[in-house]
Nanobody, 114 residues
């Protein structure tokens, strides 16, 4: 499975941004796609995830501000980020899990200026 992420960049506090990630290759129908992030000097943390049947899960720090969704083909996942804060600044990584298989995208930088 290959993951191609897009989006990210510089945004002001309170602004919005959308990340996209498309999976390609041998994709099993039962899977979970999601986003994680890692800020400098911190460990990687879960942002949000969505299963192939639509169950969603969010990290506490983004609940109510971020929304994860998938397209109809279920190969692309979107992360809509609203009310962005400087502490949201991090490299965001797309993730794909199916059974024991776990794949990561290349990471995209999101920087929120104060």
């Amino acid at each position: 499975v290959q993951l191609q992420a897009s989006g990210g960049g510089l945004v002001q506090t309170g602004g919005s941004q959308r990340l996209s990630c498309t999976a390609s290759g041998s994709i099993f129908s039962s899977n979970v796609m999601g986003w994680y992030r890692q800020a400098p000097g911190k460990s990687r943390e879960k942002v949000a995830s969505i299963s192939s049947v639509g169950f969603t899960s969010y990290g506490d720090s983004v609940k109510g501000r971020f929304r994860i969704s998938r397209d109809g083909a279920k190969t692309t996942v979107y992360l809509q980020m609203n009310s962005l804060k400087p502490e949201d600044t991090a490299v965001y990584y797309c993730n794909f899990v199916s059974g024991v298989e776990n794949y990561w995208g290349q990471g995209t930088q999101v920087t929120v200026s104060s």
